[in-house]
């Protein structure tokens, strides 16, 4: 069975910082992209962060650009987001995501996590 499997959410204060991890099995997915999407009560999701492969490249959304960063180790099959300076706007359901069947930023991902919940208090 293949799964991808968040970790690492919370509830914190603005301005702290939180690592959110993605864990792979059943399959590999060190060869293909990997991204975060992020949905918030009410909105529809929305793209945060993609890495490709070997990591030389990443995008990010404006919103979370300088204050997030993207990472994988294929060795543990595993992709990191690194999330710094928080906002309550920050504030929503984190999923990873494999194997990109579109752009980088489209939700057109074979594969999703079951989501990690992320809070961010004023």
């Known amino acids: 069975q293949v799964q991808l499997v968040e970790s690492g959410g919370g509830l914190v204060q603005a301005g702290d910082s939180l690592r959110l991890s993605c864990a792979a099995s059943g399959r590999s997915f060190s060869t293909k992209t990997k991204a975060w999407f992020r949905q918030a009560p009410g909105k529809e999701r929305e793209f945060v962060a993609a890495?490709?492969?070997?990591?030389?490249?990443?995008y990010y959304a404006d919103s979370v650009t300088g204050r997030f960063t993207i990472s994988r180790d294929n060795a543990k099959d595993t992709v990191y987001l690194q999330m710094n300076s928080l906002k309550p706007d920050d504030t929503a359901v984190y999923y990873c995501a494999a194997h990109r069947r579109g752009g980088f930023q489209s939700p057109s991902y074979e594969y999703w996590g079951q989501g990690t919940q992320v809070t961010v208090s004023s």
């Open positions: 890495i490709n492969y070997n990591s030389d490249e990443t």
